[in-house]
Structure formats: C-alpha cells, structure tokens
C-alpha cells in the first residue's frame, strides 16, 4: 500500500491550497484517513482526519478554515486549505487505516509534502 501526497508549495497568508492524498496497492478498505503536519521543532500533529463513514474531527487550530473530503470510489482524501496563515507553514503528512487482508487494520503513512506561508 502506498499512500502518494500531492499539493504542497508556497503560497501567500489568506490564500488557500488543496492537499491530495490518493492510496494505491492491494488492500481490502481504508478506515479513517486523514493529515497529520509537522513543523520545524515541533512533533507532528493531527490536522484533519475523516473516518470511513464520513465523520471527521479537526484541530482546533484548523477548525473552520480546512475542510476533508474523501473520494472513496479514487481512494483519494483532499485537504481544501483556506485563509492560510504562517504558523500553517509545515509538512503535511496523509496517514491511512488500512484493511488489507480479514479484519486487520494497518497504519501507513505518505511521505510528506511541504506547505510554506509567508506572511
């Protein structure tokens, strides 16, 4: 199972960026998939994650500004980011439950794409 992240670069504060996640590999389902971000010094943290019927949760940092979304039928989770500020500046990581054979959940992780706001 790989998990391949698209999206990142460089953009101004107040604008927005769409994050791309899409999972590809042999595997039964995906439970909760989501964003985690780290920034320099800092440990990484959940920023938004959706389970697989459609809940989410989000940090408060992020809470009515990012929005998840998931495209079940593409195995792909989308990260709408909006009015982006300078302590969003991080890479972002897409994390994934991941059901590849019976009931056994796995946890993978892409590698990462780097999101930079300058003020």
């Known amino acids: 199972v790989q998990l391949q992240a698209s999206g990142g670069g460089l953009v101004q504060s107040g604008e927005s960026l769409r994050l791309s996640c899409a999972a590809s590999?042999?595997?039964?389902?995906?439970?909760?998939i989501g964003w985690y971000r780290q920034a320099p010094g800092k440990q990484r943290e959940l920023v938004a994650r959706?389970?697989?019927?459609?809940?989410?949760n989000y940090a408060d940092s992020v809470k009515g500004r990012f929005t998840i979304s998931r495209d079940n039928a593409k195995n792909t989770v989308y990260l709408q980011m909006n009015s982006l500020k300078s302590e969003d500046t991080a890479v972002y990581y897409c994390n994934a439950g991941v059901v590849v054979v019976g009931t056994m959940e796995y946890d993978y992780w892409g590698q990462g794409t780097l999101v930079t706001v300058s003020s």
């Open positions: 959706i389970r697989s019927g459609g809940s989410t």
């Open positions: 590999g042999s595997f039964f389902s995906i439970n909760a």
